[in-house]
């Protein structure tokens, strides 16, 4: 018989138990800040429509997708890239039903067909954050401060993380004032949201494609690459930009929302953040390494039309994602994820005598029932020296010793940290260690 050897698939991951140990710290910190929040966890299919996303992205997402046809079937699928469309559709199938607002959360697998590199892989896990039904900055901000407890416990500071915020409608009445017209604008929201990837020069030609002459390029790329703190003068952006001062009212607003949720801190405005999909309509925010090379940690904003693109009833809507991969390179590369490790057992079981395995099992048994952690060794040796290397090497902080004592009815529990031990009756071990798991 011909042998194969066969290797992950490109752009996906084996999780050895020290990986499901991270990935499961990271997801245990969603969780916990989802629930702080107020949001309740969802799941939807991993697969959907093809339609589902062609609808609000276009034809040309196809090539971005994993899509199949079931063999003998006529309907096209696609694993899902992102998780919004399927949120909306669920919101959509409910009608007004839902108690408003509706404040979920999710974080399952998503996958693209797309060029697997650092920081982007086809199959990731992303945390979905979104509160629907309510149209005002406190939303925008209850949205954001979710994600920032979530990063907050695993380590990151605000002067590690920044999150760049900026308002599509403030953005779209600059783009106007240099000249861009309505049918570009769509072109012009994703050339902003690439301006980072572009050679100068490419992005150059692109925005003169727009139809902008050589003093609104200028200014447009003025415009890319406007950052200013949170608390800065809108005024003088309003001046900077030529955009009337009531076009920034909504960042006025924002800006209040965000000191009152006590997550100013964290947050700068960036004119350049305008995300590139098309169905968000007004907050837009990223959060991104403070001088890392990295992708954005997070992304989100708004996106008040989607639900009843979907058939649903005009629905307000903000959320945002967080993938596992970016966040965990930057974790890792901080040293934040050097004291995470598969779980621990609170005791091991050693069998030091022929007779000694039945017991093993009996008390084996009894611990487990009793919710104690306990591992045993399956080696044919009773050399109780290597035994007990095994146990060390488990992490246990005890070793339960059954040996030429089980004649007397007793056991050794030995500490393996201290070294110390005694000897008690086989009928207490249980409860010894009841309660006690590391």
Not at 65 to 90: I, K
Not at 95 to 121: T, Y
Not at 216 to 230: E, W
Not at 333 to 350: H, Q, S, W, Y
């Amino acid at each position: 018989m011909t042998t194969r050897t066969f290797q992950a698939p490109k752009g996906t991951r084996d999780f050895y138990p020290e990986d499901m140990a991270v990935r499961r710290r990271i997801e245990s910190a969603w969780r916990d800040a989802s629930v702080l929040h107020g949001f309740e966890e969802i799941e939807g299919p991993t697969f959907e429509s093809l339609d589902l996303y062609t609808v609000k992205s276009g034809e040309g997402i196809v090539n971005e997708l994993f899509s199949f046809r079931r063999a003998g079937g006529t309907d096209d699928y696609a694993l899902r890239p992102e998780f919004t469309p399927t949120l909306a559709r669920m919101v959509a199938a409910k009608g007004g039903s839902l108690q408003r607002p509706v404040k979920w959360f999710a974080i399952p697998s998503h996958f693209r067909a797309e060029r697997p590199q650092r920081g982007r892989l086809r199959e990731f896990v992303q945390w979905n954050v979104d509160m629907l039904g309510l149209d005002e900055p406190s939303a925008d901000a209850e949205v954001l401060a979710t994600g920032l407890s979530a990063i907050e416990t695993l380590g990151l500071r605000p002067d590690v993380a920044t999150v760049r915020v900026s308002h599509r409608d403030t953005v779209g009445r600059a783009l106007a004032s240099l000249g861009v017209q309505e049918d570009s604008m769509a072109a012009a929201f994703q050339l902003l949201d690439r301006r980072d990837k572009l050679p100068p020069e490419v992005f150059g030609e692109r925005a003169s494609a727009l139809g902008l002459d050589a003093d609104g390029l200028a200014a447009f790329d003025r415009l890319a690459r406007i950052r200013r703190p949170l608390s800065a003068d809108l005024r003088e952006l309003a001046s900077e930009t030529g955009v009337p001062m009531e076009a920034f009212a909504p960042m006025a607003d924002l800006r209040d929302a965000l000191e009152d949720a006590g997550i100013a801190d964290w947050c700068e405005w960036d004119l350049g953040i305008v995300r590139g999909l098309a169905y968000y309509t007004g907050t837009v925010f990223e959060v991104h390494e403070t001088g890392g090379t990295e992708r954005a940690i997070a992304g989100g904003g708004r996106y008040d039309g989607l639900v009843e693109l979907l058939g649903g009833p005009p629905t307000s809507a903000v959320g945002f994602g967080m993938g596992d991969v970016v966040l965990g390179l930057v974790l890792k590369d901080r040293g934040l994820l050097e004291d995470i490790a598969p779980p621990k057992p609170a005791v091991f079981v050693i069998a030091a005598a022929e007779e000694a395995d039945r017991p093993v099992d009996r008390i084996l048994g009894a611990l487990r029932m009793a919710g104690v952690h306990a591992r045993r060794s399956y080696r044919s040796t009773r050399n109780v020296g290597k035994l007990l290397s095994e146990a060390g090497r488990s992490g246990a902080p005890y070793a339960v010793i059954i040996g030429r004592e089980l004649a007397e009815g007793n056991v050794v529990i030995k500490d393996l940290q201290g070294g110390t031990q005694e000897t008690i009756a086989i009928d207490e071990v249980v409860s010894r260690f009841r309660g006690e798991n590391s």
